[in-house]
């Protein structure tokens, strides 16, 4: 079987990194490697492609885990591991480099954490927070042999998280949590569905400058997760429907100060992104129209 699952695994990597537009290659090597049968469980499993209903495997051959679908964790609420092409297009915007420093919120059972962790290797470190204690643990024993990740059974806001080059979120938030902003390194990458629960948003890179309070921000594509803990507004919630329906690809930085002026895309308390451009500029990716469910 494990000949079989490795045959797929390599069919799997080419097509959703071709999907995703991926150019480097330890990406593709990193989902080639990380299998997806021991995040899952034992199957039959439940399968959707994002907003159509579960369908149920009719055995446990693993050719049904390398598909580009969402696969259940919890098909009661609607926990999946996320849409593969997805995130390969995401982890290429934010383009993790080995060696880095990653945050990642949101672990579910593992399987991100161990795309992360293959591609900052032994020298680079991935630290995974997930509030649901049932994945939590789940994610600990997948990982128990990633010697540069751990997991932590909390939130992943807060005051104590350790620096980062990258942070990569993986549950839907109405603002940017401003811990995250502070973890980042200079020329860090917080990468953040700004989608509370329930609303369609988009999937927000913003990199922290070497100063000031001008951040490069891009979307990266459109998104819809379930929600983060902690970092939910109705009003929000409203206000962001209506600014993605008059367009979000113009969005080019974060501003921390000053009020907003007619560049404004939308206005959180604190901070609004602009259409204007950031005096750093940052190496464009380009977005991506389609809206997907993680």
């Given at each position: 079987m494990e000949d079989r699952s490795a045959k797929y695994r390599a069919f799997y990597a080419r097509l959703i990194c071709a999907a995703a537009k991926a150019t480097d290659p330890r990406l593709e090597e990193a989902f080639r490697t990380v299998r997806r049968e021991p995040f899952v469980g034992p199957g039959p499993w439940s399968i959707c492609f994002g907003g159509h209903p579960y369908v149920v495997t009719p055995d446990d051959d693993p050719a049904f885990l390398y598909q580009n679908a969402l696969?259940?964790?919890?098909?009661?609420?609607?926990?999946?591991?996320?849409?593969?092409?997805?995130?390969?297009?995401?982890?290429?915007?934010?383009?993790?480099?080995?060696?880095?420093?990653?945050i990642q919120i949101g672990a579910g059972s593992g399987y991100y954490t161990a795309i992360l962790a293959h591609l900052v290797g032994p020298r680079g470190r991935v630290h995974a927070y997930e509030i649901d204690e049932r994945l939590a643990g789940l994610a600990r024993e997948?990982?128990?042999?990633?010697?540069?990740?751990?997991?932590?059974?909390?939130?992943?806001?807060?005051?104590?998280?350790?620096?980062?080059?990258?942070i990569y979120v993986c549950a839907g938030a109405a603002q940017p949590a401003a811990e995250w902003l502070e973890a980042l390194r200079p020329g860090g990458r917080l990468v953040f569905p700004l989608a509370p629960e329930g609303t369609p948003g988009g999937m927000l890179m913003i990199t922290r400058p070497d100063d000031g309070a001008i951040w490069p921000a891009k979307?990266?594509?459109?998104?819809?997760f379930i929600g983060c803990a902690g970092l939910q507004n109705?009003?929000?919630?409203?206000?962001?429907?209506?600014?993605?329906?008059?367009?979000?690809?113009?969005?080019?930085?974060?501003?921390?100060?000053?009020a907003p002026d007619e560049t404004c895309w939308f206005a959180g308390e604190g901070w609004w992104l602009s259409t204007a451009p950031p005096p750093m500029r940052t190496?464009?990716?380009?977005?991506?129209?389609?809206?997907?469910?993680?």
């Open positions: 696969l259940a964790l919890d098909p009661v609420r609607g926990l999946n591991i996320g849409m593969p092409s997805a995130h390969a297009y995401w982890l290429t915007g934010c383009a993790v480099r080995e060696g880095e420093t990653v997948n990982l128990e042999d990633v010697a540069h990740a751990d997991v932590r059974d909390r939130s992943g806001i807060a005051s104590d998280l350790p620096a980062a080059d990258v979307f990266l594509s459109r998104a819809q109705a009003d929000a919630a409203r206000r962001l429907a209506d600014a993605f329906a008059t367009g979000w690809e113009g969005v080019q930085s974060l501003r921390r100060e000053g190496e464009l990716v380009q977005p991506h129209a389609g809206i997907t469910q993680v």
